[in-house]
C-alpha cells in the first residue's frame, strides 16, 4: 500500500510539473483582484442613508478593526456579503460559518474565539433573525467577563431567504416579521416590535443604538472603551444589497396561479440545461 501510495504521488508531481502560471495568465488574475478590490471600495463608500446598507456597515467595521481582531459571522445575507467585501488581514481573522449556515452560532462562537485569544477584540455581526434563535450567550459572555462587540443588523426578518423567495416569483413570503391581518389572514400585516436593544441590555449587555453608518462608527469607538460585551444595534435596508454572481439552483414549483413563478419555472429549465456536473 504504502508503494502504491508513493507512485501515485509520483505521477501527481509529474503531471503538476506540466503546468506552468504563464505571464498572461497572472497578469489576468492581477487585473481581476484590483478590479475587484476597486469595487469593494465602491460599496465601502456608500452614502450615509437610512436604513442603512449593509455593504457599508461591514466596510465600516472592517476599516475601523485591527488586523488581529477576529470577525464571526454564520448565517442570513451576512455571510455572501463579507465573502465578497471583507478584506482578511490575518488568517484567523476572518471566522465565517458558511457551510450548514448554522443560525445562532453567532454569539457563541465568538465566546469561544474570544476565550480562545483574549487578547483580540472579537467583532460579531449578526441579523436580526439568527438573534432570536440564540442571544442568551450574551449572559454567559457577561458571566465569564469575555468582552464581545455584537452589531445586530435587523432587517424585520429573513433577508436572505427572502431575497431569495422574491427571485423565484414568491414575494418573500413569510420572511417579514409581521402580524397576521385580520383582512388577508396573511401575514401582511404591521411590523412586530420587537425591542432588541432591551433584550440585549436585559442580559448584562451595553447597548448603543445607532441610526447610520456615521453613528456605527462612533459607536465602534465607544465599543473599544467599554470593558464588557457590548451591542451595537443598527437597522439596515433588506432590499438593497450586494449583486450575486452566480446561478443558485432552487426548485421552483412547475405549476403555479402565480406567472412570476410560472417565468421563474422557465429560467430554472434553461440554467439546467448549462449546469456543469463535477465527478
Known amino acids: 500500500m504504502v508503494g502504491d501510495a508513493k507512485a501515485i504521488l509520483e505521477i501527481i508531481n509529474t503531471k503538476l510539473g506540466d503546468f506552468k502560471v504563464t505571464d498572461d495568465y497572472r497578469k489576468k488574475v492581477e487585473q481581476f483582484n484590483t478590479s475587484w478590490d476597486d469595487y469593494v471600495s465602491e460599496m465601502y463608500a456608500e452614502k450615509n442613508i437610512i436604513p442603512a446598507f449593509q455593504g457599508e456597515v461591514i466596510g465600516a467595521i472592517n476599516t475601523f478593526s485591527d488586523a488581529d481582531d477576529i470577525m464571526i459571522c454564520a448565517a442570513g445575507s451576512l455571510p455572501g456579503d463579507l465573502h465578497k467585501l471583507w478584506r482578511t488581514r490575518n488568517p484567523k481573522g476572518f471566522h465565517l460559518e458558511y457551510g450548514y449556515s ?50 445586530l443588523l435587523n432587517n424585520d426578518g429573513y433577508a436572505s431567504i427572502g431575497g431569495l423567495s ?24 404591521g411590523l412586530l416590535p420587537i425591542d432588541y436593544a432591551a433584550n440585549a441590555a436585559s442580559m448584562g449587555a451595553y447597548v448603543i443604538k445607532t441610526t447610520n453608518v456615521t453613528e456605527l462608527k462612533a459607536a465602534l469607538e465607544k465599543a473599544k472603551t467599554i470593558d464588557h460585551t457590548t451591542l451595537i444595534y443598527i437597522e439596515v435596508d433588506r432590499k438593497k444589497g450586494i449583486p450575486g454572481f452566480a446561478w443558485w439552483e432552487v426548485a421552483v414549483a412547475e405549476i403555479s396561479e402565480k406567472e412570476a413563478v410560472n417565468e421563474s419555472f422557465k429560467t430554472y429549465q434553461e440554467n439546467k440545461k448549462n449546469q456543469k456536473h463535477y465527478l
Open 102 to 151: 448554522c443560525m445562532g452560532y453567532e454569539i457563541a462562537g465568538g465566546l469561544g474565539a474570544k476565550m480562545a485569544r483574549p487578547e483580540s477584540e472579537v467583532y460579531v455581526l449578526v441579523g436580526d433573525g439568527s438573534y432570536l434563535m440564540m442571544a442568551q450567550e450574551i449572559v454567559t459572555s457577561v458571566q465569564e467577563k469575555q468582552k464581545l462587540t455584537i452589531v
Open 166 to 189: 422574491a427571485s423565484l416569483g414568491s414575494e418573500g413570503f413569510g420572511t417579514y416579521y409581521r402580524y397576521r391581518s385580520e383582512e388577508t389572514n396573511q401575514l401582511d400585516g
